[in-house]
């Protein structure tokens, strides 16, 4: 083991504590941040993460409001949810946990949250507005691997940074924020011709594919930073990554691990996106 463990763990916690002591002076001033989370259905995983994000909520002290509605809601009625909390003066954030169920149009859903609320970042407005360099909300997940880097004290400039994954709401974004820190970005995806040896060029390594342990060490350049996005979760219980962490700590310089890597970043910049829309609501 020779690389150096980012904890996403011990970052997230000092950056709530100072959301925490934001978030009571805006509620000293009457702008108590709120964030809606929205779940639809009853899917086992989607109410671990949406309970995490509504506890991470109440202890950095927002308002939060958690809307369950049944497997079968139709589209007008998650619509007319998601207008009425767009009106709703006192919620600064909507989340509208994905993956909805497959009769529902999560594009549909996603546009019909006013952009100036969408604190995940999905909206097109927002897309459109990262990719132009004038993001409002930034997409948690990459937002969160930022935090990480820069924290780390990672230099992008110059750097050759290698994405693998070309999710609208990981990879996409990510080869954007890594752009506009000055990184030469390579996006990788599943056509990729010689996956390995793109791999082996990269000083920092974003891996969000959702395949378990699917980079390892003989993939990686040695002094390498390498971000692990992927929490997959196994048939014996337990939590890995897209990365096999073993092999791959011989010859990084930097790893993030799972969990306790970029998880909890994740909720973490949720909560620095609800404060941020508050701040542009006064
Ligand atoms: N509209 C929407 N926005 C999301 O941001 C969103 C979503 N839908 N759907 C599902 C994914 C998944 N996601 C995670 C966030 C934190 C952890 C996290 O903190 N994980 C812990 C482990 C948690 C465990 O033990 O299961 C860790 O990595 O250490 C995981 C997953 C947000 N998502």
Known sequence: MSAQIISGTELAASIRETIATRAAELTAQGHQPGLAVV??????????????????????????????????????????????????????????????????????????????KDVDGFHISNAGLLMTGKPLFRPCTPYGVMKMLELTGIDLRGAEAVVIGASNIVGKPQAMLLLQQGATVTLCNSKTKDLKSHCLRA???????????????????????????????????????????????????WITPVPGGVGPMTITMLLQNTIEAVERSI
Do not use: W
């Not at 899917?43 to 409001?65: H, I, L, T, W």
């Open 39 to 116: 779940l639809v259905g009853e899917d086992p995983a989607s109410q671990v993460y949406v309970r995490n994000k509504v506890s991470a909520c109440e202890k950095a002290g927002f308002k939060s409001v958690m809307h369950r509605m049944p497997e079968n809601t139709s589209q007008d009625a998650l619509v007319g949810l998601v207008e009425q909390l767009n009106a709703d003066p006192t919620i600064h954030g909507i989340l509208v946990q994905l993956p909805l169920p497959r009769h529902l149009d999560s594009h549909l859903v996603i546009e019909s949250i006013s952009a100036e």
């Open 203 to 253: 000083d920092v390594l974003v891996v969000a594919v959702g395949r378990p342990n699917m980079i390892t060490g003989d993939m990686i350049k040695p002094g390498a930073v390498v971000i692990d996005v992927g929490i997959n979760r196994l048939p014996d219980g337990k939590l890995c990554g897209d990365v096999d962490f073993e092999s791959a700590s011989e010859v990084a310089g």
